[in-house]
């Protein structure tokens, strides 16, 4: 491992980080209009540094960078930028430039370029490609939005399922047109129905005589074309698939999908659950303009003040007991952020165990039982804590008894409603990353509140 991080170009850190002097490098030659200094900063990096390195300057410089670097923006580095910059570097790059890097990109990195393109830029790219490659990407585009065929690529390897390793050794030998990379040689009966699949270390390990349909895989299984692309992430992750054809409504070969593309849907899959749980859109990046992400962000808020202003309610009904009491006021927040956060930690292992199948019908009220045990025993351990504290810091034994309480209901109905609020939102079709995190604070504060408030206005008046 040491010997391969010795590799790395001295711009890039051992942790895959760019270092901050190669963007000081950039900015200053950028500044003095250096294309010699540009070109020598960029040509060791790799595609996906230099889309880091692109999306971390600002815009005024981003178009600077692409009119003064000589070697110019290529189809691997647009395909590696944020999604949210690709229509804003594209309108910065000659007719010329452009043409030449779509021709290098494949056609499903053609497809995730154009999709959220205006019209007039969608068009300027699909007048780049050649004919054939425009007809694939029209009828990919076709396709649902996230689904199989938006995600699949049309350069695969097709062999018919009665040749043997030979015949299919001397095809590929002759092909000029062959993916730059492949894992998998399809084999497809007459009707161009796939039948199975041969990964290229078996071909090139069995002799000439063995027929493919011999040496096929066991993994192999197919991908509706309109299958959901968080499906098909799923089917790679569970079944260990580096690549996986796809077919059509007649169970015809129309591409293939390869494990890198799968990742790709997994990590963005995991990236929009983290943010929607925090009330962020799953399109925020840090490229965006100040007032996108206003935009973004605003409705949220918004639930979250409305949450807020319910609680508040709460509290509003035991004005008189706070008025008494001052102590009441200073122990409050600690009930609802303890509940807060148990909430916070049940709600985040269901949305994930959701999104990745492991939470079913089977086995979601023995995860019930499970949390709600955990729920009470964590109020317990700290609800013994918090007596502790409440009759050494007020030296009132019942005010102790009844923060003890409180916490041990709020612990336990927090982590009820981090896993049921979830699980009910999926059941009713709705994304549970999205919605539950104001729910899940709605309800611990208003029972956190009530918990405590009701009991020291029954216990302590």
Do not use: C
């Amino acid at each position: 491992m040491a010997d391969d991080l010795t590799e790395l170009p001295d711009a890039v850190e051992a942790d895959y980080m760019l270092e901050r002097s190669l963007t000081a490098t950039v900015t200053a030659a950028l500044s003095e209009m250096d294309t010699a200094a540009i070109d020598a900063a960029l040509e060791p990096l790799h595609p996906a540094d230099i889309a880091d390195l692109i999306e971390q300057i600002s815009p005024n410089e981003r178009r600077a960078l692409l009119g003064l670097w000589s070697m110019g923006i290529d189809g691997e580095v647009l395909s590696e930028l944020d999604e949210n910059l690709r229509e804003e570097v594209i309108g910065y790059l000659p007719k010329g430039v452009l043409s030449e890097a779509v021709r290098e990109m494949e056609s499903d990195d053609v497809v995730d370029l154009v999709e959220d393109l205006e019209d007039d830029q969608q068009e300027m790219i699909l007048g780049a490609l050649k004919e054939v490659d425009r007809v694939a990407v029209e009828q990919a585009l076709s396709y649902p939005e996230y689904s199989a065929g938006r995600l699949m690529q049309r350069e695969l390897v097709v062999a018919p399922e009665h040749w043997d390793v030979g015949q299919t050794i001397d095809f590929l030998r002759q092909d000029d047109d062959l993916p730059e990379q492949f894992y998998h040689v399809i084999l497809v009966d007459p009707a161009y129905h796939p039948t199975g699949y041969v990964t290229l270390g078996k071909l090139l390990g069995s002799p000439r005589s063995v027929l493919m349909s011999k040496i096929v895989e066991d993994s192999f299984r197919t991908i509706p074309v309109n299958q959901p692309e968080e499906d098909v992430a799923y089917a790679f992750n569970q079944y260990h698939l580096i690549s996986a054809p796809v077919v059509d409504e007649d169970e015809r070969l129309v591409g293939i999908i390869t494990i890198d593309d799968a990742m790709v849907v997994l990590d963005d899959e995991a990236e929009e659950d983290i943010l929607r749980l925090a009330g962020v859109s799953g399109e925020e990046s840090l490229s965006d303009r100040t007032l996108e992400t206003v935009r973004q962000r605003l409705p949220w808020l918004g639930v979250n003040l409305v949450t807020a202003i319910l609680a508040s309610v709460v509290i509003a009904q035991f004005e008189a007991i706070l008025a008494q009491m001052v102590a009441l006021a200073v122990l409050m927040p600690i009930v609802a952020s303890m509940g807060g956060n148990a909430g916070t930690q049940s709600l985040t292992v269901a949305v994930r165990a959701i999104a990745t199948k492991d939470l079913t019908g089977s086995n979601l009220w023995r995860v019930v039982r499970r949390e709600a045990l955990a729920g009470l025993l964590n109020g317990l351990i700290f609800a013994v804590v918090m007596g502790v504290v409440g009759v050494i810091w007020f030296g009132t034994p019942m005010l102790a008894v009844v923060i003890a309480v409180a916490m041990v209901v709020n612990m336990v109905v927090a982590a009820l409603a981090g896993i049921l609020i979830p699980t009910g939102l999926e059941k009713l079709g709705i994304d549970p990353a999205l919605a539950s995190g104001a729910f899940v604070t709605t309800v611990t504060d208003v029972v956190g509140f009530f918990a405590f408030l009701g009991l020291a206005a029954m216990l302590l008046v």
